[in-house]
C-alpha cells in the first residue's frame, strides 16, 4: 500500500499529460481557434436531471449566495459566440456529483471547441483529425468509422433505436442475459436505448477504431438542434474509443425559445423526481436571444483520452490525486 | 439488517438479490455522459456458488445479507448433519449436505474450516487450503521410482481421489492442496 500523500499517477502519466496538452493548443493555434477561460464557480448551472452538481455558498456579507461548480463550460463559453468571439476552445476543470468509478472522478477536466459556420459533419472530421493526431504514435494505429445510431444500434442488436416496442427490446434482453432491464426501464423509450447501448454496444465496438456515431435519436437530444431532414433524430454525436465515450458533439440549439422549454421540461421532471432544483440560466438565454451564430461544439473527456493514449485501465491512474486522496 | 446503495457497492459486500443472499465480486459505475447512471455489478450467489452479473440504477438500494464467515472445528456426522464447532466458545453448528457440498471430501475430524453463516445457519464450509489426509487405496507402486512422473489415483480416508506419485503406498499420510485437489507431498510422521 502506496502511502496516502503520494500521487496515483505515476510521472509518466503527468508527462503524457502535460504533452497531450500542449498537442491540443498546437493543434488550435495552428487552426486560429482562441483559447479562452470562462469561470468555474457560476450562477446558474445545467437542468439534465443526469448531472448531480457540487453547490458552494458566496460569502459577501451581507448578500449570500449560492454559486455552482460547473458541469461543463458550455453555456459560458455560448455566451462568447454570441458576443462575436469566433471559434473558441477551452481546458478546464468539470465537476460532475455523485459520479466516481473506473472511468469517472467527479472532478475531470475537459476540452471543449465551438467552430463558428462549421456543420455536425465538419466537426466530425476536424474531431478525428485532431484524435488521430495525439495518438498517431498509438500501435497499432487507428482506423476511423463514422456510423449513425440506428445502423451501429441494428447491427448489434437487431432493435431500431428510432421505433421503440417494448416486447422487441424486452426480448432482445432476456435472450442476452439482462435480467434487470425490464424492470429498470419499463416503457421509458431513453432508458432503453442508454442500458442497452452501454452494456451491448459500447462493450463489443473493434479496439483500435475511432467511432463517430451521429444522428442520435431526438429522445436524447440534449442541447442539440433536431435534424431537419428527419425529426426522429438529433444533430448530435458521439466519439468512442475502444468502446469508451470520449466526447459528444452537437450542432447547437440557437432557439431561445425552444432551449427556454427544453428547460422548462427538464426543470418539471426534477420537481417530479424530487432531483434538487435549478433554475433555468437566464443570462444564457438572453445571450441566444440576442443571437447565437452557427455553430457546432464538442467536449472531450481529456482524462480518459490519457487513459488511452497511456494504456491505463482506470481514471485514478492518469490522475495525480484522485478523489480517494484529493 | 442494513440497506445499501449502489455507491456503497465494493467487492466483498453481502447483499440479498432475490431471496438470496450474495457477494459483491466486482461493481462498475457505467454512465453516459448525457444519460442514466447504472451499476453493473457481478455477484456470486452465496446458495448456488453462481455467479451472474445484475445492473442497477445508480442511486438505487438494496437489502444488506446476514452473511459472516466464522473458524470452526470439524467434529463428526451423524449420518445427516455435519457438526461444527467453534473453539472459543464451544457453540456447535450443524450444516447439511447442501452446504458442504463438494468439501465433504477433505473433511477430517478435529480439522478447522471456515463456515459462512447467513441468518446464523451454515450456508457453505471451506476446507483448509491444505489437509493431510491418509490413502486408504492405490495400486502398489512400483519399487525404486521416485521421479513422480506419471502417478496413479490413490484414495483418501476422506473420500478423495487424487493423483499421486506412484512411490505412494496404501496407509501413508499426504499433503493436498484443497483448492486445486492436487498431492503437494508426503507427510513424514
Not at chain 1, 1 to 22: G, S
Not at chain 1, 159 to 183: E, I, M, P, T, W
Not at chain 1, 189 to 207: G, I, R
Not at chain 1, 300 to 324: H, K, N, Y
Request: net charge negative; glycine share 6%; proline share 5%.
Amino acid at each position: 500500500m502506496t502511502e496516502p500523500w503520494r500521487p496515483a499517477a505515476e510521472l509518466r502519466q503527468l508527462r503524457q499529460r502535460a504533452q497531450l496538452l500542449a498537442a491540443i493548443r498546437q493543434f488550435f493555434a495552428q487552426r486560429d481557434v482562441l483559447e479562452v477561460e470562462t469561470p468555474l464557480l457560476c450562477r446558474a448551472t445545467g437542468t439534465d436531471p443526469n448531472l448531480d452538481f457540487f453547490t458552494s455558498q458566496f460569502h459577501s456579507p451581507p448578500h449570500y449566495s449560492t454559486l455552482f461548480l460547473q458541469t461543463s463550460p458550455e453555456f459560458a463559453m455560448k455566451r462568447l459566440l454570441a458576443a462575436g468571439s469566433g471559434s473558441i476552445y477551452q481546458i478546464c476543470k468539470a465537476f460532475r456529483n455523485g459520479e466516481a468509478g473506473r472511468f469517472h472522478n467527479p472532478e475531470f477536466t475537459i476540452l471543449e471547441w465551438y467552430r463558428v459556420g462549421f456543420d455536425l459533419q465538419q466537426l466530425m472530421d476536424e474531431t478525428a483529425e485532431l484524435l488521430l493526431s495525439l495518438l498517431r504514435n498509438s500501435m497499432p494505429p487507428l482506423s476511423i468509422r463514422q456510423t449513425s445510431y440506428q445502423q451501429m444500434f441494428a447491427e448489434v442488436t437487431g432493435l431500431d433505436a428510432l421505433a421503440f416496442d417494448r416486447s422487441d427490446y424486452a426480448d432482445f434482453a432476456k435472450a442476452h442475459n439482462l435480467v434487470d432491464a425490464d424492470g429498470l426501464c419499463r416503457d421509458d423509450h431513453a432508458l432503453w436505448l442508454d442500458f442497452l447501448f452501454s452494456h451491448c454496444v459500447q462493450t463489443v465496438m473493434p479496439k483500435q477504431v475511432v467511432f463517430l456515431v451521429y444522428d442520435y435519436p431526438a429522445i436524447q437530444s440534449s442541447l442539440a438542434r433536431l435534424n431537419r431532414q428527419d425529426a426522429r433524430t438529433s444533430e448530435r454525436f458521439e466519439v468512442f474509443i475502444n468502446g469508451i465515450e470520449l466526447g459528444n458533439g452537437f450542432f447547437e440549439l440557437s432557439d431561445a425559445a425552444e432551449q427556454s422549454a427544453r428547460f422548462e421540461r427538464e426543470i418539471g421532471y426534477r420537481q417530479q423526481q424530487g432531483l434538487p432544483a435549478v433554475v433555468k440560466d437566464q443570462l444564457f438565454l438572453d445571450a441566444l436571444q440576442s443571437g447565437l451564430p452557427d455553430c457546432s461544439g464538442i467536449a472531450i473527456g481529456i482524462d480518459r483520452l490519457l487513459m488511452i493514449v497511456s494504456g491505463c485501465q482506470t481514471i485514478e491512474q492518469v490522475l495525480a490525486f484522485p478523489i480517494s486522496n484529493a | 439488517m442494513a440497506t445499501f446503495s449502489t455507491n456503497e457497492f465494493k467487492g466483498g459486500l453481502k447483499i440479498m438479490l432475490d431471496n438470496d443472499p450474495c457477494s459483491i465480486i466486482e461493481n462498475e459505475f457505467v454512465k453516459p455522459g448525457k444519460g442514466q447512471a447504472f451499476n453493473r455489478v457481478r455477484i456470486r450467489n452465496l446458495k448456488t456458488g453462481r455467479v451472474i452479473e445484475r445492473t442497477f440504477k445508480s442511486g438505487d438500494t438494496v437489502e444488506g445479507a446476514d452473511v459472516v464467515d466464522k473458524d470452526m472445528q470439524y467434529l463428526y456426522n451423524d449420518g445427516e448433519f455435519w457438526h461444527f464447532m467453534v473453539p472459543d466458545t464451544f457453540e456447535q453448528y450443524q450444516a447439511d449436505k447442501n452446504a458442504v457440498g463438494e468439501t465433504i471430501k477433505w473433511l477430517k475430524e478435529q480439522d478447522m474450516c471456515i463456515l459462512t453463516l447467513w441468518n446464523d445457519s451454515p450456508l457453505s464450509v471451506t476446507p483448509p487450503n491444505f489437509v493431510e489426509l491418509t490413502i486408504t487405496e492405490t495400486d502398489p507402486g512400483l519399487k525404486g521410482d521416485t521421479s513422480g512422473g506419471g502417478g496413479k489415483p490413490a484414495t483418501l480416508e476422506s473420500g478423495a481421489v487424487v493423483r499421486v506419485p506412484l512411490f505412494v503406498q496404501i496407509g501413508e499420510m499426504i499433503r493436498v492442496d484443497t483448492r486445486t485437489g492436487e498431492y503437494v507431498s508426503r507427510v513424514k510422521d
